[in-house]
């Protein structure tokens, strides 16, 4: 007879353990339900989770994937440490880009290297106006921002599509709703010559290390960790908890903001109606992967990068559904929330009850 | 250490050998020891000596690692709180897991592992009360009641399932003297019918008064056993803590008031719904060089006071709170701090330290005002652990190393790192609940010595505690605190125990007339 038993104190081994178990029940339940539906689950597993990681052309996909979800759970994770639900960054993002874009075509006829930098500003800016709108009204008036931050991303998304279908829409773009496409300067330049590689990738691995160093070094990042532990602590160590919501939803929203922006300026080089991908749900994945933790987030981030990039292949060489990547995903929030059960508690085998 | 065979009954427990560690500390250590049927057997100990450990291993909430449990004569395996309370063995915890917004009654029904009608429950709990004539209404809400008929919920929920043997993990660090006497006479009661009674306390006048055997531990081993009856409460200290006690040292020439530093002034405040105490025009001073006692029941608004003084609740108008005659009723915790007013809440964890925190973490909580901790928002690690060394050192805190989570320290060494931890910040005016709640008799009388000479150096001390005993060693003057109201403070020579422990109980019902005390 087996029986759960409460561990005296969180198991530090399952805390790191515990997401590659779900990673591993992840693969294994999708090797099942692909082969219970017909296909070779084997190899749709393989194409998904093993060869974007053995083919060397497959890495800087990997990349240029990883980046927009490090910056975003980065920011989603700072917020989660506080006990701030944001749940909305797809809709910060979604702002984001947009705000970016709108520096963008204003500058559409210069030239100059502080154009890109002017984007990336507003980029922040947009997505953190975005999450303030939360921030008040959990501040002000005791709103859930879980409820917010989510129904806002529908409005932004909405937002978007007026944009390009309307005001923003190329008009020599054959009716097609998309911007112009960005000039060289609006276009973020790639790490090395002929690489695919841009230079938001390598900014996305800064930005978790100054993440780190914030949150353990600083009274900022303090403060973040003890009004999300212990808000009575916090009011009597003189930390002001809305100040905390205020200051991590403004991050979080800045952050997805930005990653929003280099999406627009890299890949993307416009904005169409397919640009909302989900990165900002994902991230969220990210975010619980990656255990909170900056640097944690940055293998996590490869982990779901591998994801999307596996599904890819998987979709031309197994011909699996391109619906499949994301129930990968779900089913890897899905395992992750299960197992960390075991970080709390442990089953134990008993022989009988006295 | 076993004890020699009883010849007439079984023990009603028996330890064996019994060990247990944690990371880095064994908590107990081959301990031995034996209960007879209806004996009021007293565990004692330093802080950090493992009483709550050895308690809770009986109790199943922890496991031991090694060693033997026999009850009534059987060996037995105690998996489970449940397991143990099927074996008839009964806790009470210090912090009453009850429901404020529910009857005594609808506690009482959630606590038990079987479910019994209502109507049948009642019968049965009214049986409890009246044979033990333990004063408690079951539809009363858990609210409006003080600790003491709190505690009693808990006592009786433990009844209601017959047990062979009670525990109690420092019961009394929170009730009145008059609630202490009434506590007694039911445990013998309790005892007198054959259950038996494992009592923790650090207060050994209880342990005399109550316990017919006492089982000393110290660094987690047996180190005596002895008679309290016929021990002094001074030799049963220096046989916890191995040495010799000291006694407080008192300034020569104290007693003489120095300006104020605090003062408070009609200062109102409406408790925080639904269970708080309103503050009603609360006007007193501290000075320089003195310390001021609060006595009174819990939940009169003690509580409440604190954070009004600590600035984590804001009084309405600047100048009801003054230091040093600026007005810092607007300021909040951090700036209050930084003008030199500190304050220690009775809660521990969750409150004054963050318990998933190191120690070294926990002093940037509240030292960094008034320390070069973190200038410009970086922390600097060096001195945080420099701070957190310190304080570990001057106050005797027993840790398993230098990460040790705050967590995972005993409550009383807790509480001597957070005493210390303000104490070290040597600041202008002090607010303190309960300094030594939980607290061994050897650190106790280091946290009051710490006390008087921070008053000595020139600060204004308040101390806010139910421990009328401690009030009247430490204070130079005394109030009461009753239903969110403070009296006149009045000197402390010449006050009388018993008279503060009526005015204090005044609230429940009891007569203000000071009658000839029969306590
Ligand atoms: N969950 C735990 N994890 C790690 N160490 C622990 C844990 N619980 C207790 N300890 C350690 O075991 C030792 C004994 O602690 P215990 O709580 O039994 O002491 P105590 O005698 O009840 O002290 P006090 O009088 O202060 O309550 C201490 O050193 C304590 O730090
Ligand atoms: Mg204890």
Redesign the interface.
Same mark, same amino acid.
């Given at each position: 007879m087996f029986e759960w038993r409460r561990r005296r104190e969180p198991s530090k081994a399952m805390l790191y353990l515990s997401p590659l178990i779900a990673i591993g029940l992840t693969m294994l339940t999708g090797m099942l339900v692909f082969g219970a539906i017909g296909y070779d689950g084997l190899r749709a597993v393989t194409a998904i989770f093993v060869t974007p990681l053995i083919e060397p052309q497959r890495w800087a996909d990997l990349g240029v994937k990883a980046a927009p979800l490090i910056m975003i759970a980065l920011g989603l994770a700072i917020g989660f440490r506080a006990n701030v639900w944001n749940i909305g960054a797809e809709g910060q993002y979604v702002m984001g880009a947009i705000a970016g874009t709108g520096v963008a075509l204003l500058t559409h006829d210069m030239t100059g290297w502080w154009i890109l930098p002017a984007m990336a500003l507003a980029g922040i800016a947009g997505g953190a106006a975005w999450a303030a709108l939360p921030a008040l009204l959990k501040v002000r008036l005791q709103v859930s921002e879980i409820l917010t931050s989510l129904m806002l991303t529908y409005v932004a998304v909405q937002f978007l599509y007026y944009l390009v279908r309307g005001p923003w829409k190329d008009p020599d773009g054959f009716n097609f709703p998309q911007t112009k496409m960005f000039s060289t300067s609006q276009t973020l330049p790639a790490v090395a010559e002929g690489s695919l590689v841009h230079v938001g990738v390598p900014l996305a691995v800064v930005l978790a290390l100054v993440a780190w160093f914030v949150l353990s070094k600083t009274v900022a990042g303090y403060a973040v960790r003890v009004v999300g532990r212990a808000p009575a602590a916090a009011r009597h160590g003189g930390f002001d908890a809305n100040r905390v919501t205020w200051s991590v939803l403004l991050a979080g929203g800045g952050l997805a903001g930005l990653a929003g922006l280099l999406e627009a300026a890299g890949p993307f080089g416009q904005l169409t109606p397919q640009f909302p991908v989900g990165y900002g749900f994902t991230a969220i994945i990210v975010a619980f992967l990656g255990r909170l933790s900056p640097v944690g987030i940055v293998f996590a981030a490869l982990v779901l990068a591998v994801t999307y990039v596996g599904g890819e292949i998987a979709q031309s060489t197994v011909r699996l559904p391109s619906a499949a990547t994301g129930m990968f995903q779900a089913l890897l929030l899905f395992f992750l929330l299960a197992t960390d059960v075991l970080v709390r508690w442990r089953l134990a085998f008993r022989a009988r009850p006295a | 250490m076993t004890q020699p065979p009883d010849q007439t009954a079984p023990s009603r427990l028996a330890l064996a050998h019994v060990s247990k560690s944690?990371p880095g500390v064994k908590a107990n250590q081959d301990i031995s020891l034996s209960v007879r049927p209806g004996e009021i057997h007293a565990l004692l100990g330093e802080n950090g000596a493992g009483k709550s450990t050895l308690v809770k291993i009986i109790y199943g909430v922890?496991r031991a690692d090694e060693g033997g449990i026999s009850f009534d004569g059987r060996p037995?395996?105690i998996?489970s709180p449940k397991?143990a309370r099927k074996l008839g063995i009964g806790m009470v915890f210090q912090h009453f897991s009850l429901f404020d917004g529910m009857t005594v009654l609808e506690n009482i029904a959630l606590g038990l592992d079987e479910t019994v009608p209502a109507e049948e429950l009642k019968a049965r709990i009214r049986a409890i009360l009246d044979s033990y004539s333990l004063p408690l209404d079951p539809d009363r809400e858990v609210h409006t009641l003080s600790v003491g008929e709190r505690q009693r919920i808990e006592i009786v929920r433990c009844l209601l399932q017959k047990p062979k043997l009670l525990i109690m993990d420092e019961p009394t660090s929170v009730l009145t003297p008059q609630e202490v006497e009434r506590l007694f006479e039911t445990l013998r009661q309790i005892a007198r019918e054959g259950c038996s009674i494992l009592y923790i306390s650090h207060k050994l006048h209880e342990i005399k008064a109550l316990c017919e055997a006492a089982t000393i531990l110290r660094g987690g081993k047996v180190v005596a056993t002895c008679d309290p009856r016929i021990e002094t409460t001074r030799r049963m200290a220096e046989l916890m803590i191995g040495a010799e006690l000291k006694h407080l040292q008192r300034p020569s020439g104290g007693g003489k008031a120095g300006a104020a530093r605090l003062s408070v002034d009609k200062l109102d405040m409406p408790g925080e719904p639904p269970f708080g105490t309103s503050l009603k025009g609360v006007s007193f001073s501290a000075q320089a060089g003195e310390i001021l006692g609060i006595a009174g029941v819990a939940g009169n608004g003690q509580a409440e006071l604190l954070m009004a003084l600590?600035?984590?609740h804001l009084a309405g108008q600047p100048d009801a709170i003054r230091l040093d005659g600026r007005p810092i009723g607007l300021a909040?915790?951090?700036?209050r701090?930084a003008a030199g007013l500190a304050?220690v809440?009775e /809660?521990r964890n969750?409150?004054?330290?963050?318990?998933?925190?190191t120690l070294a /973490?926990n002093v940037?909580?509240?030292a960094?005002?008034r320390l070069p901790l973190?200038p410009s928002?970086?922390?600097r690690?060096g001195p945080v652990e420099a701070y957190a060394k310190d304080v570990i050192a001057r106050f005797d805190v027993r840790i398993t190393g230098p990460g040790a989570l705050a967590g995972?320290l005993s409550g009383g060494n807790l509480q001597k790192f957070i005493m210390g931890r303000e104490i070290g910040q040597k600041p202008d005016v002090l607010v303190v609940a309960q300094p030594t709640w939980g607290v061994d008799a050897g650190a106790a009388a280091a946290i009051r010595q710490a006390l008087v000479d921070l008053a000595a150096q020139g600060s204004a001390i308040v101390v806010i505690s139910q421990d009328l005993d401690e009030l009247l060693e430490l204070s130079d003057r005394l109030c009461v605190i009753n239903e969110g109201r403070l009296s006149q403070a009045r000197p402390v020579a010449g006050l009388k125990l018993e008279e503060i422990g009526l005015m204090m109980g005044g609230v429940h019902g009891e007569s203000h007339v000071a009658e000839p005390a029969h306590v």
């Open positions: - | 944690f922890q037995v395996e998996a397991a600590s600035g984590e909040n915790a951090g700036a701090r304050c809440p /809660e969750g409150h004054a330290a963050v318990p998933e925190f /973490e940037v909580l509240t960094r005002h973190a928002g970086l922390i690690q995972s």
